[in-house]
Nanobody
Framework: QVQLLESGGGLVQPGGSLRLSCAAS???????????MGWYRQAPGKQRELVAT???????NYADSVKGRFTISRGNAKNTMYLQMNSLKPEDTAVYYC????????WGQGTQVTVSS
């Protein structure tokens, strides 16, 4: 019913920036009425963890490890979402997943972010 597609990952040096994008396609009704959207990440050998989420009302929530460095935002069209990542650290290296919730959870396929010199 809804597909999520991430883009914008890549290799960046410590201290650098990246902006991830997520585009939703499929049911317009579901997309326009998502309760929550956000980003999760999974590093090698670790569990998937929350990075940042935003409710339909605009409230945001960030993992302590990214507060002040990452910013989640929605595009003018409700089917797009972004994650601006600044001051990246090697420990931010992970596969980043776009996530959305309306009754059921929707996940993207993930995009690799590697922070290394």
């Amino acid at each position: 019913q809804v597909q999520l597609l991430e883009s914008g990952g890549g290799l960046v040096q410590p201290g650098g920036s990246l902006r991830l994008s997520c585009a939703a396609s499929g049911s317009i009704f579901i997309i326009n009425n998502m309760n929550n959207m956000g980003w999760y990440r999974q590093a090698p050998g670790k569990q998937r963890e929350l990075v940042a989420t935003e409710t339909s009302g605009g409230s945001t929530n960030y993992a302590d490890s990214v507060k002040g460095r990452f910013t989640i935002s929605r595009g003018n069209a409700k089917n797009t979402m972004y994650l601006q990542m600044n001051s990246l650290k090697p420990e931010d290296t992970a596969v980043y997943y776009c996530w959305a919730l309306r009754g059921v959870q929707y996940w993207g396929q993930g995009t690799q972010v590697t922070v290394s010199s």
